[in-house]
């Protein structure tokens, strides 16, 4: 149910949504159906398991008609450039490496194939004292200008305010995870709508605050950085 409220809900309000996986085979399949009921408009994810369930997983992954494809290595184990690489083939979609959090694993994730990189550190849960993704982010955006290969990154980001700060850092867009738990659970199609309206109005007060008319015009002169 969660599933089918939270992909439904975001592609009717214009955003993607991610979706996960886990050792219940189901988690997949399910969210794959949800994927599929809203037309691709959203991005599933499949861990780093050994390559025989990689390519079950991807099975339901095409049947979903999914615009593309992420993995999640940030939490859940590593996979050389290579084995990257011949996953990224399988796909036949655009492919998302998430959990970068180091301008050598961007380089390795663009190696591999990736069409884009999630700089992400599982919300700090997974490695005491991490870096925050805020931290890491310019440099890595930095390192992959004019790579072609698309900056994304999540953590701790709950504002308009920061999706602002994340553009004038370098990333080309945002996810965020965690509060949409409560809108799908509070308030089903509606709380998400609400959230993302929230989101939205947000990022447009901010940046007639800092004079950017639109998104492509927010740099990092917009932003404190010490």
């Known amino acids: 149910a969660y599933n089918n409220?939270?992909?439904k809900a975001c592609a009717d309000n214009g955003i993607a949504a991610f979706t996960g996986d886990g050792l219940n085979g189901e988690v997949m399949k399910v969210a794959c159906k949800a994927i599929a009921a809203s037309g691709g408009t959203a991005i599933p994810t499949v861990k780093p398991w050994n390559l025989e369930t990689i390519q079950e997983k991807l099975g339901y992954c095409k049947k979903s008609g999914c615009f593309a494809v992420a993995m999640d290595i940030d939490a859940?184990?590593?996979?050389t450039v290579e084995q990257l690489a011949e996953i990224a083939g399988m796909v036949g979609k655009p492919f998302i490496v998430k959990g970068i959090m180091t301008v050598s694993g961007a380089l390795k994730a663009k190696e591999a194939g990736a069409s884009a990189i999630v700089?992400?550190?599982?919300g700090g849960r997974v490695l005491d004292q991490c870096a925050a993704t805020a931290e890491v982010l310019?440099?890595?955006a930095d390192a992959m200008k004019g790579s072609g290969v698309k900056?994304?990154?999540?953590?701790?980001?709950?504002?308009?305010?920061d999706v602002f700060k994340a553009l004038a850092l370098g990333a080309d867009a945002v996810?965020?995870?965690?509060?949409?738990?409560?809108?799908v659970y509070g308030g089903a199609e509606e709380g998400v709508k609400l959230y993302i309206e929230k989101i939205g109005a947000e990022l447009s007060d901010t940046m007639a605050m800092c004079g950017t008319e639109n998104l492509a015009s927010i740099n990092r002169d917009m932003v404190l950085v010490k």
């Open 138 to 140: 310019a440099d890595i």
């Open 76 to 79: 859940a184990g590593s996979k």
């Open 5 to 7: 409220i939270l992909v």
């Open 151 to 161: 900056i994304f990154v999540d953590g701790g980001i709950r504002s308009g305010v």
């Open 119 to 122: 700089v992400s550190n599982h």
């Open 175 to 183: 996810l965020i995870c965690r509060p949409f738990v409560p809108m």
